[in-house]
């Protein structure tokens, strides 16, 4: 049984730092795709970042160059490192994860995504 646990959300000022953390157990694909989406307050769900077994990421626009996905194969986890904050990227931020295919096959549909985690909610003030 896949289950991703998320942490490392909380409320910082404009500008300030996050790095959110997502701990995967039971996830054992060779080839897979994992991201980060977000759900602002509202709004629908949307992706921010993804990585694969390859190494490939990819990034939404609204984050680029601000925000950095990575993930650390021996503990299994999951990172987000946001950095330059905007009031705009407060939001429930989800780690996801597909069933053993590489993003640029997965893509940023929500419904290619089998496994998530609840959330980790993030607040930027201004």
């Known amino acids: 049984q896949v289950q991703l646990v998320e942490s490392g959300g909380g409320s910082v000022q404009a500008g300030g730092s996050l790095r959110l953390s997502c701990v995967a157990s039971?996830?054992?694909?060779?080839?897979?795709?994992m991201g980060w989406f977000r759900q602002p307050p509202g709004k629908e769900r949307e992706g921010v970042a993804v990585i694969d077994s390859t190494g490939f990421t990819s990034y939404t626009d609204f984050v680029k160059g601000r925000f950095t996905i990575s993930k650390d194969n021996a503990k299994n986890t999951l990172y987000l490192q946001m950095a330059s904050l905007k009031p705009e990227d407060t939001a429930m931020y989800y780690c996801a994860a597909a069933s053993g295919d590489l993003c640029w096959r997965v893509g940023w549909s929500k419904q290619q995504y089998a496994y998530w985690g609840q959330g980790t909610q993030v607040i930027v003030s201004s």
């Open positions: 039971g996830y054992t694909y060779k080839r897979y795709c």
